[in-house]
């Protein structure tokens, strides 16, 4: 394996409950993100799939340095970016960028596109110099297979995959390494929805990039990742590569959350086998004792409410299959039958 | 979190989503990257403030709003260049004259004392433009960047003076204006403006705040940081631009609301006082003898109006300017 | 253009998937008659950039326990046509220029508003993407539920309670009893959306029409509230008309599927046989174009271009400028919605295309 870009070392984001006006009092916490791992090398792409609530935007804002760490690492080229601020904060901003969800809150409403492509460079003015900065956007818009003519117009003037596209070029201006790309595609059409994956698949190659991508849509998700990881309730349940989670999921959330996926082909719906889950996700705020998911397991046993199951390949698992789960009882079971 | 609402949920809503200009529409734009509409002027650079004055220059109301603003500010600096008269001048008042109806020489007539309503109108202006442009810019110097700092910051410091606006709002402006100029005694234009400045920011405060509010958790603000963008950027490149609308277009309406509010304290005798001229006065003085003398309210009653309508039209004009939504 | 959606049972017997029409206890019903039929509705919005043709001759039925889902992108008319039967369209700025939509064979569109509200809610009701805003904040849910039955019913203070209470264990709300008091933000998403099924299943309707209700929910809970509407519709054997653009939903849950594009159907068909083999380009693309959950898959297929401004849709047929199939008829006439047959000749039942290649489509 290469030498990693990006390693996340159990990191936590807490946002403080308090009381009063005054005289803040905190009375707990909601834990977003709990104590989360992994990394990332150059030129992969890591999915993260998880319902809502289940921390993956904080993370993406934490790794971002939006939200400040509670604890733990995030470390860019061996470079722990969290306790940066000022300069080194601004230099780091170059190489980690964002997609965000919403083409229509993301662009700001009163700033040509070209001055919204060309934000970038005025904020680190050494990646273009003064008179080179008009030629660049247009290149870019070029790039996101937008006309460059479109520098003067406004965002409402265009579509949500147009927006996003502008969006994409304002990530790119800087020439990150790693994009951070928040639902990048959930707002958009389904017709529309490929062209933006493509494009992002195509600026990979050609830029060499490296993404997270976040989202909800587990078809996508496989689609664009190597690797994935699955979260619940701030917790890193499992990762792996694609065929490994999809394939051979372990973690019975895993299992249930690809089951529930509807599958755009009625060939014999009534047979499918699908594990609907009871309830709702525990609050952030008070999340059950042991492992997070045991209030909606099947599988759940005395063992699961007092102790912590730890992210690590399960003993059982061997070969081409193994990868890290957090489940005292996990078990490979295929759930979307893809052998 | 959950997906965003596709766009087809009211009915209203789909032509606008889809008709959404020529990008989206035309044949040209069926291909992502299609030819498209040739931008006028090739090489220009747009940017909103540069578009908004293209736009503006093409307004009817920004042009008629901005030539009455213009001709009432001209009237204010240099009264001599529409009149010969100088009311401030012994023997420019004749008692002779006392009320007499507009005629040929005498366009607007005369006032009780015998004065030319025509040059003390003219004269007049200078009083009510000053009111009204001091105290329209220190209400938004100050309740503009108390509200925009207040917004930014929140906390406790936001918590403090938002109470602070609080009081002010409990005080009515023509009330507190009454209370504060009776015990000052000194009436004159730069005193008006201060007191009604004094008793008018909390508006714009509250208006800025909630607009700042509004704006800073868009996602093109964690944009921005996201760039690397300060706090000097964030706010004045996408955080004011997308607040300043509504304060501009209050702010202009308040300017007519001060004019007339210094009119009715000079017309309750404790704002400008005589022997300065102001509109607000002449309608004091003319207000009694409305029934036989009409004319000696009307014509500074109008030309009241007419200011204060040409700059809600400014306003109106340079809001809707600074909209890229509504080209 | 008229009898382009008449379900398969009409000639041909019954389709296989077509749910076979028992009567249902209620209200005496031949069976094979639509409870629903819309015919050549036309929709425009007057906007100011112009008229916007929101649906342009859309015709299809329903039949009681059959589900009908209407697939379309934004902007493809599939929640102004709904709104349409519902009778909560914007008027103005639409205005429904032609066609008629018959319930029952009564046209709703010449009804007396009296006679209309009657049919709303009681008879037909709908079930809204946002389940958020569609319930009143400052009204507990139960007050809410119980609302219908004391308007529309009469009934008492303690009558229309024990019903709320009744409805929310009918849609599985856990300690209902002790809820019943809660208000709408005390609920989960997926909580929430089971309490607008309740209230559209309050007053027993004969149709329900599902406007993307599982859009805004995550893919658990949308599993849990897709398999309860359907659970009740085929216990109180009501139509179903579902609104969605997500295929995955519609091939769990639908009999039949009408596909729109730019404001009229492209493509009718049984379900299995839409997924297996659409006669329609855009149908193609858009089956091609979504990712699979079973398999990695090369690059995915993108239909190019965007779905066209309703103000100015394509002439000839709207979808040319992204079809990959494109001819120069494509540019000049416009398709009609015709039978689609088999390579022998035979009429596939229920199977409609307006595509000038359909064949092509289909066998190519």
Known sequence: MAEPILEVKDLVKHYPLTQGIVLKKQVGAVRAVDGVSFSLTKGETLGIVGESGCGKSTLAKVLMNLEKATSGQVLFKGEDITRLSGAGLKAVRRNIQMVFQDPYTSLNPRMTVGDIIGEPFEIHPEVAPKGDRRRAVQDLLDVVGLNPEYINRYPHQFSGGQRQRIGIARGLALKPELIICDEPVSALDVSVQAQVINLLEQLQNEFRLSYMFIAHDLSIVRHISDRVGVMYLGKMVEIGTEEQIYSHPTHPYTQALLSAVPVPDPTGREHRERILLSGDIPSPANPPSGCRFRTRCWKAEERCSTEVPLLAVPSTLRGPAAHESACHFAEVRDVIGSG | MSEPTKSENTGAAIPGQSGSGPAAGGPAAATAKGSGAPDAGGERVASLWTDAWTDLRRSPLFLIGGFLVLFMVVLAIAPQLFTDGDPRAGGFCNLADSLKRPSGSHWFGFDVQGCDIYTRTIWGARNSIIVGMVTTTLVVLVGGS???????????????????????????????????????????????????????????????????????????VVAARALGAGTGRIVGRHILPNAVAPVIVVSTINLGVYIGAEAALSYLGIGIQSPAISWGLMISDAQARFLNAPHVLLFPAAVLSVTVLAFIMLGDAVRDALDPKLR | MTDMTKPARDGAGPGPDAVQVIGGGRESLV????????????????????????????????????????????????????????????????????????????????????????????????????????????????????????????????????????????????????????????????????????????????????????????????????????????????????????????????????????????????????????????????????????????????????????????????????????????????????????????????????????????HG
């Open chain 2, 146 to 220: 108390l509200g925009l700092w207040a917004g930014w910051i929140g906390g406790i410091g936001d918590s403090v003076l938002s109470r602070v606006t609080e009081i002010f709002f409990a005080i009515p402006l023509l009330l507190g204006g009454m209370l504060i100029m009776s015990t000052w005694g000194e009436g004159n234009a730069w005193t008006v403006s201060a007191v009604m400045a004094v008793l008018g920011w909390p508006q714009i405060y509250r208006l800025m705040r909630s607009a700042v509010l509004a704006n800073k958790h868009n996602d093109y």
């Open chain 3, 31 to 362: 069976p094979g008659t639509p409870l629903l039929e819309v015919d050549d509705l036309h929709i425009k919005f007057h906007t100011r950039d112009g008229v916007a043709k929101a649906v342009n001759g859309v015709s299809y039925s329903v039949a009681a326990g059959e589900t009908l889902a209407v697939l379309g992108e934004s902007g493809s008319g599939k929640s102004v046509t709904a709104q349409a039967i519902m009778g909560i369209l914007d008027m103005p700025p639409g205005k429904i220029t032609k066609g008629s939509i018959r319930f029952r064979g009564e046209d709703l569109l010449t009804m007396s508003p009296k006679a209309r509200r009657a049919v709303r809610g009681r008879k037909i009701a709908m079930i809204f993407q946002d389940a958020l805003s569609s319930l009143n904040p400052v009204l507990s849910v139960g007050y809410q539920l119980g609302e219908m039955f004391r308007v529309h019913q009469g009934a008492g203070r303690k009558e229309a309670k024990e019903k709320a209470v009744e409805l929310m264990e009918r849609v599985r709300i856990p300690a209902a009893r002790q809820r019943v008091g809660d208000y709408p933000h005390q609920f989960s998403g997926g909580m929430r959306q089971r309490i607008m099924i309740a209230m559209a299943l309050a007053l027993e309707p004969d149709l329900i029409i599902a406007d993307e209700p599982t859009t805004a929910l995550d893919v658990t809970v949308q599993a849990q509230v897709m398999d309860l509407l359907a659970e009740l519709q085929a216990e109180f054997n009501m139509g179903l008309i579902l609104i969605t653009h997500d295929l995955g939903v519609v091939a769990d849950v639908a009999d039949k599927i009408a596909v729109m594009y730019a404001g009229r159907i492209v493509e009718t068909a049984p379900v299995h046989e839409l997924y297996a083999r659409p006669a329609h380009p855009y149908t193609k693309g858009l089956l091609n174009s979504i990712p699979r959950l079973d398999q990695k898959g090369q690059n995915l297929y993108a239909i190019q271009g965007l779905p066209p401004s309703l103000l100015r849709i394509p002439s000839g047929c709207a979808f040319n400028p992204r079809c990959d199939r494109v001819q120069d008829v494509c540019h000049t006439e416009l398709p009609r919605l015709v039978p689609v047959l088999d390579a022998e000749g035979a009429d596939l039942p229920g199977r409609r295309s307006a595509c000038h290649f359909w064949k092509e489509t289909l």
